[in-house]
């Protein structure tokens, strides 16, 4: 499902505009993106949290050169889904 989609298909459920939708969708992922990038994280209830999480300073390969490079420490952007979104997945979705 891409963001078209799902403009499309708040427009049909609400009977709203689909520029007002499309304005609302893209302000709302501005406003989560916006959130994270200042290191607050988004809760949904029921949904699920957008959260920022710290990866470890590490070593890595460049296996080409064979060299050996240090990663510095760094923020993610995460998503960790709700305990009811999971369940809902869980049951209305065989294992494939």
């Known amino acids: 499902m891409t963001k078209a989609d799902i403009v499309a298909k708040i427009s049909e459920k609400l009977g709203l505009e689909k520029g007002d939708v ?49 990663i510095p420490a760094h923020n993610i952007p995460a998503f960790k889904p709700a305990k009811v979104f999971v369940e809902g997945v869980k049951t209305n979705n065989e294992a494939k």
């Open 22 to 70: 499309q304005a609302t969708v893209e302000t709302f992922m501005e406003e989560v993106k916006s959130s994270l990038e200042t290191g607050d994280n988004v809760y949904l209830r029921g949904f699920g949290s957008f959260i920022v999480k710290t990866r470890a300073e590490k070593t890595g390969r460049n296996i080409s050169k064979n060299t050996t490079i240090k």
